[in-house]
């Protein structure tokens, strides 16, 4: 009597870890949807199964709860930042100051733009944690702008009474969420459009005019 020989399962176990993985990622793409667009509140786990197209029990036992999703949603809505964040560091690369704030505005559209249903969401939660995040990540948005304010306040050409970090002050502000949110997501300005105003926005509001070519103050 032949031994029976065990098949390996690698395939089989590899399959099974990539219909889960396509699971969890339905059950997310169901909750940016619907969390987002419908509000943390009024959406229940119900709704989001059905959403998903998966049992009320799978999204139960990949996620536990509703502010375990949330909270796993928001972990992976911004793989694009650390691609983003290197405008801000080549910044100095350009000479012109205007140069500088239209990278400014680029950073901003292409921060904003995969994201920006999400930032709204963390501030409109009522979840502290992530109220707490999104506040972290706006501090850390200020803190990038740092050297910018250096290199304006170097430059001399801010406008009369501003110094280096009242530029930062203004740039932060004008490229805040909420601003991209407005415009883009309420009164439905493309991107392109947010990007080329901030730019122009950013040049009117911190820059002094060049003076002309042979001029002598």
Not at 26 to 38: E, H, K, N, Q, Y
Not at 137 to 150: C, D, E, I, Y
Request: hydrophobic residues 40%; positive net charge.
């Amino acid at each position: 009597m032949k031994a029976t020989v065990k098949r390996p399962r690698r395939y089989s176990n590899t399959l099974r870890q990539e219909q889960a993985q396509l699971t969890r990622q339905r059950i997310l793409d169901a909750a940016r949807r619907l969390l987002v667009s419908g509000g943390y509140t009024q959406v229940t786990m119900q709704d989001l199964a059905r959403e998903a197209g998966v049992a009320y029990q799978t999204v139960y036992s990949q996620f536990g709860n509703k502010v375990q999703l949330a909270h796993e949603l928001i972990a992976c809505g911004f793989p694009h930042v650390s691609e983003v964040v290197v405008l801000l560091e080549q910044i100095s690369e350009v000479a012109a100051p205007e140069a500088w704030l239209r990278t400014v505005a680029t950073f901003a559209r292409r921060l904003h733009e995969p994201c920006a249903d999400l930032h709204r969401f963390m501030r409109q939660s009522g979840d502290p944690e992530l109220i707490g995040r999104y506040r972290e990540v706006q501090a850390s948005r200020l803190k990038r702008f740092a050297r910018l304010g250096h290199l304006l306040e170097r430059g001399g050409r801010l406008r009369r009474g501003l110094n280096g970090a009242d530029a930062i002050d203004v740039i932060w502000t004008m490229t805040s969420p909420e601003t991209y949110e407005q415009l883009v997501l309420d009164r439905r300005w493309t991107p392109q459009r947010y990007e080329e105003w901030l730019a122009g926005a950013l040049v009117d509001l911190i820059l002094a005019a060049e003076p002309a070519v042979g001029h002598r103050p």
